[in-house]
Every structure is written in C-alpha cells, then in structure tokens.
C-alpha cells in the first residue's frame, strides 16, 4: 500500500514529494499539469474539486488537499530514518512550533496564492491584454515585496527554522523557483538565499530535483 500523489514537475507537489522521498515513503504520481489546461485539471476532478495540486491520498484512502495542510500531516507522522531521527517538523511542544506554523500559513496565503491569477490572468483581468499585464507585474512584484517581508523576521541558521530541515525548507526551495524566480528572490530575501541553496543541494535529493525540478536559469 502506497501514497497517491497528484502531482506535476515543477509544482507545488514537488515539496511533498520531496518530503515523501526523505520520509523513505513508498508513493506514485499521477501526472497532471493543471496550468495547461481543462483536460488536465479534470484529472484531479475526481480526488479536488477545486481541480488543484497537490493532492495526497493516503494508503487508507484518505484524500489531502492543500500543500502547507499536506507537509505538515506528513511531518508530523512520521520521521525519517536516514536523517538521525530528527523529523521534518518542530513537535507541537517545540519552541520552534509556532514560528514554523506562521510561516508555513503564510506561504500559501500570501505567496502561492497569488499563481491561480498569475495561471490564467483573464481570471481577474478579463480579456484585456493591459489589464492582463498589468496584473502579472502586480502580483510577480507582490511575491517579491512578501518574499522580503519574511526574509527580514526570521533568523535562519543552516535551515529556516535553525539547525535542522524542515518542511518548511522544502516549501520555499520550490515555490522561490517559481516567478520572480531565484535571481529577485536571491535579492530581496539574502537570508533565505543562502538556505535554499543549501536545499538545491541537499545529497538525499540530488537525484529527485534533477527529475522533479530541474534548474533552468535563475
Ligand atoms: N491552496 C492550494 C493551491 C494549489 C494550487 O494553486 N495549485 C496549482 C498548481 S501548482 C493548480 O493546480 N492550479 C490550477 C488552478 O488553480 O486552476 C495549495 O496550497 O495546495
């Protein structure tokens, strides 16, 4: 018995696939790039019926939606064995818990929400190339302006949260990747740059971002 994930190269389930593969849990992706269209996202239909990624079904045949809801489920249940017992979460009598929590919250509210508008801008913009335009810059600059704003509450040490990794480092490893992209992202937020990096280059995962993410220029 395995997990599903429904999943697509360079998206938001990269994080909890990369969770999965360090937590040495057995799953299968079912391929299903919603951005490209309605065919794609009547695959997910059956499991979201919000039509988006990620989604996690469990071996008991459990269904997760939400990305942040989905890594720290995972986290919280279960440990790795190649990384020393330590797991991928702070426990919820940690003094780390709540940081991790706000900051885990506030990467789908404040960032990754923005990509349903910035997918198919006529969303909100309507049929307007300008408008259309014009919501991109937005939204590509409010990214960027959030991306900053957490960069200079947190202290990070090796990772996020301190010492050790977390999902949290994963989430912000894959989503910095996405528009601006790493060059704005290594500007606006330095601290997080150094952390990321050390992600990218993770030894446990070297093999899964070259299948998952692969990096195209920065
Ligand atoms: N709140 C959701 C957002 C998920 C999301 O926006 N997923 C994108 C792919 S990375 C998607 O499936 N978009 C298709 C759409 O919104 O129509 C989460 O955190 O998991």
């Not at 929590?101 to 198919?120: E, Q």
């Not at 959030?146 to 960069?151: P, R, S, T």
Request: proline letters at 7%.
């Amino acid at each position: 018995m395995s997990f599903t994930v429904y999943g697509a190269a360079g998206s938001g389930s990269v994080p909890v696939e990369a969770a999965l593969t360090l937590l040495g849990l057995d799953y299968t992706v079912v391929e299903a790039p919603t951005w490209e269209g309605e065919a794609e996202r009547d695959k997910v239909a059956p499991v979201n019926p919000m039509r988006q990624l990620p989604v996690l079904v469990t071996p008991e045949g459990e269904i997760l939606t939400e990305s942040a809801a989905i890594l720290i489920w995972l986290a919280d249940r279960h440990h790795p064995a190649s990384r020393a017992g330590a797991g991928l979460a702070p426990r919820p009598d940690d003094a780390r818990r709540g940081q991790f929590l706000r900051w885990m919250s506030f990467v789908p509210a404040a960032i990754y929400s923005m990509y349903w508008v910035r997918d198919v801008p006529s969303r909100l913009a309507g049929d307007d190339p300008e408008d259309q335009a014009r919501i991109l810059q937005r939204t590509e600059d409010r990214i960027a302006e959030c991306w900053g704003m957490m960069d200079r509450q947190i202290a990070p040490g090796r990772f996020l949260l301190g010492e050790s990794l977390t999902v949290l480092d994963l989430y912000v490893a894959v989503a910095s990747r996405w528009t601006p992209r790493r060059a704005r992202f290594y500007e606006v937020a330095p601290k997080m740059a150094a952390v990321v990096r050390r992600v990218d280059e993770l030894s446990e995962l070297r093999g899964f971002w070259a299948e998952r993410f692969p990096f195209e220029a920065e």
